[in-house]
């Protein structure tokens, strides 16, 4: 099992209780798929660096697993078809 770090943004326009039903969802996502989430860190509404589709701000979502090497590549996938994710970014941690 490797551990990789995963951070990803939700656009900013849905209730608290929207934010952690997709937080919810991920987290399924990565147990069902034979991963081990390690911490679920929400860091809330922030500004982004830029806009993207002139959107200002994002809810950011900090996730540790633990998986194969197959979990980083289904996760991308499910980001990319999700229209509630904005950006995201997986690193594989060196320990």
């Not at 969802?25 to 929400?42: D, F, I």
Request: aromatic content about 12%; hydrophobic content about 35%.
């Amino acid at each position: 099992m490797r551990k990789y770090e995963v951070i990803y943004i939700i656009k900013p326009d849905f209730e608290e209780d929207k934010y952690k039903e997709i937080v919810e969802k991920y987290s399924a996502l990565v147990q069902s798929n034979g991963g081990e989430v390690l911490k679920v860190e929400p860091w809330g509404k922030r500004r982004l660096a830029y806009e993207i589709d002139k959107i200002r701000e994002g809810y950011y979502v900090l996730l540790q697993i633990n998986g194969d090497i197959n979990l980083p590549a289904e996760l991308e996938r499910n980001f990319k078809i999700a229209d509630e994710i904005m950006r995201y970014l997986i690193t594989r941690v060196e320990e």
